[in-house]
């Protein structure tokens, strides 16, 4: 006996599926109404099931590789250190957060076209192979044409300078004073000048450049790095930026659903705060060839989309199966017999 909700499900379905034959309709829906019947019978799946079973920890872990691949690209350090990196090669931050939030925004439109026409496995692939072009070329001209102060993008850097810089950029010897008092850097009152007005004592620690914790470059070298910025973000925002969530959440069994995108959302923002942590010491260290790791890290996606089953168009109750050809038999499958779909 169907109930009211049924029907309307089927209703539903048969909107989706308008224009495939009745009979493969029919079969989706009963194949959908024997599998929810069967999860409603099992329950919810606990932590313990999850962890201890094999196939559902490496199914866990496809999710889990996906968000950290996702922060691993790149993006989120060119989001939080971006202005910073940007000012480096002469270019103002408000350029690069304009062209960031911008791009980022609009190129998502297309994904949300695309990944239901083409399928998720095209624009991961996709993404992963621009990502890697763009940061490859942007890493190699900033390792071959900059160079920059050392400790620049830490924390202790930036404090250290805006005493250090104070007189360099024309403040007074008393506002050098303020700044080195507010700061609670008194080591810094022997760097300000003695005497304002004796030019000769105006003899700054850095650089105007250091100051700007940049360096003198060509108007070429700006133009191509906001060129394949604008192309990174293309990349990312239309694939492994909205893709990834999409491809976490359609893949696993409704009983397993809730607490494993959990953890590979959790995963996601591990992957967040190492990325937070770790690109300043990596600017610091060895500056512009941090791009050439992100690179390195959108190299391996190239592989790892490769490797994932494309899920277009994939009926829930069908998507295991597909896993199953990647991962291996799921030797404790309890959703009955459902094995395919007729006329899908």
């Known amino acids: 006996m169907i109930n009211k909700k049924e029907q309307e499900a089927e ?20 194949a959908m109404r024997k599998v929810a019947h069967q999860e409603a019978e099992i329950g919810i799946a606990s932590f313990k099931e999850i962890f201890s079973d094999g196939f559902i920890v490496k199914f866990m872990l496809v999710g ?19 202005p910073t990196i940007f000012k480096s090669a002469g270019v103002e931050p408000i350029v690069f957060q304009v062209i960031q939030a911008s791009v980022n925004f609009f190129a998502t439109f297309p994904a949300i076209y695309a990944v239901d026409r083409f399928g998720r496995k095209p624009l991961f692939l996709i993404g992963a192979i621009g990502m890697t072009v763009c940061f490859g070329i942007i890493g190699a001209m900033g390792v071959g044409s900059l160079d920059f102060p050392e400790n620049c993008y830490t924390d202790e850097f930036r404090s250290d300078n805006r005493v250090a810089c104070a007189y360099t950029k024309g403040n007074s010897a008393f506002q050098c004073e303020l700044n080195a008092g507010a700061l609670d850097r ?23 450049e250091q100051c700007a914790c940049g360096a003198e470059v060509e108007e070429w070298f700006q133009v191509v790095m906001i060129l394949f ?4 973000i293309i990349f990312f925002a239309s694939g492994w930026g909205p893709v990834a969530w999409v491809y976490c959440s359609e893949i696993y069994p409704n009983r397993f659903r809730a607490k494993i995108v959990g953890i590979t959302t959790l995963s996601n923002w591990v992957g967040n705060a190492g990325i937070a942590f770790m690109t300043p010491v990596l600017l610091d260290t060895i500056q512009f060839n941090t791009f050439l790791i992100f690179a390195a890290c959108n190299f391996l996606l190239i592989f790892y989309s490769w490797w994932l089953p494309e899920t277009k168009d994939i009926p829930l109750e069908k998507i295991v199966n597909k896993f199953e050809g990647k991962l291996g038999k799921w030797k404790n499958k309890t959703l009955g017999d459902v094995k395919t779909i007729e006329g899908l």
Not at 11 to 29: H, T, W
Not at 65 to 79: D, K, S, V, Y
């Open 11 to 30: 209703e539903v379905l048969n909107n989706l599926r308008k224009g495939a034959p009745q009979a493969a309709i029919d079969s989706e829906f009963k």
């Open 64 to 82: 889990c590789i996906i968000q950290l691949g996702q922060q691993f690209t790149g993006m989120n350090a060119l989001m939080y250190f971006g």
């Open 186 to 208: 008194s080591e810094f009152f022997d760097e300000c000048p003695i005497d304002a007005t004796d030019p000769l004592n105006l003899v700054p620690e850095f650089t105007p």
């Open 229 to 232: 910025t604008f192309l990174f």
